[in-house]
């Protein structure tokens, strides 16, 4: 509490949620209508399950909209027991888990709850790839309402809606203010620690390579970044780019065949820069199943996220300079300039040429970049920063933000002002991860509510 006031750190004294059936039911169940009833909460919250325990629903979680498990974040108790997190699984047949082939799915791992409605003829255990038992729970669409609306929620709002709806415009903001400059106080920590271990050129380097992987690839990325290290890669500049390309795994089809008129001479060029470092590299080139191509699109293709890249380690120098500068609109500008004649017009190395030329870096990726590595890195060095990241727009969403910011302001039409720029999308993240998904009592005992109305 500073000056009579709490700040962001105050709120994060304390705990969690309770929640409501939101439609009502369903004829004949598919499986999504299932879930949907399923996460309504329609089939209650207390259950025995197949083998007697006392199964509690804690957190139902959120529909998840990715491979794996139905939904994430959700927590259950056996027997009274402290909260169990990870996923939970509905089935229409116990066996589908078997026959879904989740018992080998990595995905499914961190499963907590298999859910189903028929139970098949023979005796059946929910087994995870690493042999885990997961608890099981058969439910009966039987109890349910006739009546039943499609309309899915992604998340309920939570208690803390209320509140929220209540307090003036300019308050919600200046708590939205103070989660988002802890968020970035946190990422500076972070980037500090990195800095003394690797060094500042090095740390930056490895930052930003992880932006450029996204969410889906930011693993392969990051060890590109250090395994290769970017003091290596200044030190053979003219083959930094095949090196890049080979390391990933890109250069490994000594088929020329495969590729298009378009791209023959370029991949021809980096198999003859990247074979001379090959043997050396061996042991390093990251397996094809490191990375993730499903459901990135085209545009967004690590391919062409590598060659921007790659042109970020040529124009090292320049890029240290636009940092120099201490104004995002000069950064901004140094990734809007990035520029590849292949890759301007390809969106993968096998892909057919577009006849229209695309930005290698977009918006929205250097609007993260900004906000994740360079202000964060700025704020480190002490440099005042905060009016510049607040004014940063927004440019994307996604679910876990839509998630939150369904909990925090349900249907409120202050919602749509409350997300648009990037450090108040930050300071939802924040307060999602600090007290909603630390919250084993679905809101009841959460207290981000009651801090709420005393924020001043
Ligand atoms: S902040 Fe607390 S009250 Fe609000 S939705 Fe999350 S857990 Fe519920």
């Known amino acids: 509490m500073k000056n009579g006031a709490p700040s962001y750190e105050d709120l994060l004294a304390s705990t969690r949620v309770r929640e409501r ?14 879930q949907a009833r399923w996460f309504a909460g329609d089939f209650g919250k207390n259950f025995v399950g197949a083998t007697g325990d006392k199964i509690d629903i804690v957190q139902f979680g959120t529909w998840n909209r990715e491979s794996g498990p139905d939904f994430s ?22 066996r589908n888990w078997d026959l879904h082939g989740h ?97 500042r050129d090095e740390a930056l380097f490895q930052e930003i390579a992880g932006a450029l992987g996204y969410k889906e690839n930011k693993l392969p990325f990051t060890l590109i ?19 890049l390309f080979g390391l990933a795994g890109f250069l490994e089809s000594p088929d020329l065949a495969v590729y298009k008129k378009s791209a023959k001479n370029y991949v021809r060029e980096l198999w003859d820069r990247w074979w001379p470092h090959r043997d050396e590299l061996q042991r390093l080139i990251l397996p094809h199943k490191a990375w993730r ?12 996220r590598l060659a921007a890249l790659s042109i970020l380690v040529r124009e090292w120098p320049a890029f240290r300079r636009s940092l120099g500068k201490q104004d995002a609109a ?51 060095e002490d440099v005042d920063c905060w009016p510049q990241y607040a004014k940063l727009p927004a440019r994307l969403t996604n679910r876990r933000l839509e998630t939150a910011a369904t909990r925090l302001f349900g249907n409120d039409p202050r919602r749509r002002e409350f997300t648009k720029t990037i450090a108040h999308q930050q300071a939802l993240l924040q307060i999602y991860e600090d007290f909603c998904l630390q919250d084993n009592s679905d809101c009841a005992h959460c207290p981000f509510p009651e801090q709420m109305a005393k924020w001043t």
């Open 73 to 94: 974040d959700a927590a259950i108790s056996v027997n009274g027991s402290e909260p169990l997190r990870g996923c939970i699984e509905i089935d229409l047949v116990d």
């Open 330 to 380: 000069a950064v901004e500008k140094f990734f809007a300039r990035v520029d590849h004649p292949f890759w301007k017009f390809h969106y993968t190395l096998t892909a057919p040429a577009s006849p229209e030329a695309m930005a290698l870096v977009g918006q929205s990726r250097i609007a993260d970049i900004l906000a994740n590595v360079v202000l964060p890195f700025w704020r480190e």
């Open 293 to 304: 191509l499903s459901g990135t699109r085209p545009v967004n293709h690590p391919q062409r």
């Open 225 to 243: 970044a250090q395994r290769l290290s970017l003091k290596s890669l200044l030190g053979k500049m003219a083959d930094a780019e095949a090196i």
């Open 21 to 34: 059936a939101l439609f009502l039911p369903l004829r004949t169940p598919n499986e999504l209508e299932l």
């Open 103 to 199: 018992s080998v799915n990595p995905a499914f791992e961190e499963t907590v709850l298999h859910v189903f409605v028929d139970k098949s003829d023979r005796e059946f255990f929910t087994r995870t790839r690493s042999n885990r038992n997961v608890p099981q729970i058969q439910i009966d669409p039987a109890i349910l309402p006739e009546a039943f609306s499609a309309n899915i929620p992604l998340a309920r709002p939570g208690r803390c809606q209320a509140p929220l709806g209540n307090l003036p415009e300019e308050r919600v903001r200046s708590v939205l203010n103070a989660a988002a400059q802890f968020r970035m106080q946190k990422k500076a920590a972070r980037i500090r620690a990195k800095i003394d271990n690797h060094g």
